[in-house]
Each structure stands twice: as structure tokens, then as C-alpha cells.
């Protein structure tokens, strides 16, 4: 069994209204679920309108991961926020490219970049 993804929440200064999660280790079926039920009881007790979730740390990601990603992007989303990745490593970049994911996400390179995108995002809400 694979040790649990440890999510954790960093304040990014230069961004005051973003909150930056951080996703280190092995995400996959083993722990998705756990992963997603982190992620609910942060949303419960923090409710950011713009959110980063920096992969960089995460080593691997099976397709339950992507599941659980898009399951937290469509709780934010639902919850009036945006939600940006951040630090794909090569190979999920891969899969997003391959299954399309790369549309269904605000992707950037650096947790820095995705602050400063879902920022302006968060206070320019569409139609």
C-alpha cells in the first residue's frame, strides 16, 4: 500500500487572497480517496475563491489521482472559486495532454504563476 499524499496549505504572501495547497508523495488508488477527503475537510474549515494546488512534489499519479483532481476542481468551481495546478511533473503533463485534461485545467508551470492567474481569475468572474 502506498503511504498517504500529504496535502499541505502555505500561505503565498505575494498572493494574500490565493491559498496554495502542496501535494507530495504517490497519488493512486490506495490513496485518492483519502486525498479528496483531506482536501473536503480543508474546503469545510478554508474557502478560498482562488486556490493553487502545487504538484511538484508528487512523484506519481494514477488515474484514480486525475479522478480526484477533477473531483476538487468541480467542488471549487461549484463553490464560485478557481482552482489552478501547479508543478506537473512530465508525465502527468503527458496524461492531461493525451486525455485532454489540459483544457479542464488552469495549468502553469510554478505555483507563482498560477497565484498570480487564478488571482486576477477569482476577481474577474465570467458571465
Known sequence: MTAPVILGLRPHPAEGDVEVLTAAGELDH????????DFLRLL???????????????TFCDS???????????????????????????????????TGLMHAFLVHETADEAARAVRSSSRHPGP
Do not use: C, K, W, Y
Not at 490506495?30 to 477527503?37: K, Q, T, V, W
Open 64 to 98: 484514480s489521482g486525475v479522478r480526484v483532481l477533477l473531483a476538487m476542481r468541480t467542488r471549487v468551481q461549484e463553490a464560485g472559486g478557481v482552482l489552478a495546478l501547479a508543478g506537473l511533473n512530465r508525465r502527468l503533463v503527458r496524461i492531461f495532454e493525451t
Open 30 to 37: 490506495s490513496n485518492a480517496e483519502r486525498l479528496r477527503g
Open 44 to 58: 469545510e474549515t478554508h474557502a478560498p475563491r482562488a486556490l493553487v494546488l502545487d504538484l511538484s512534489g508528487l
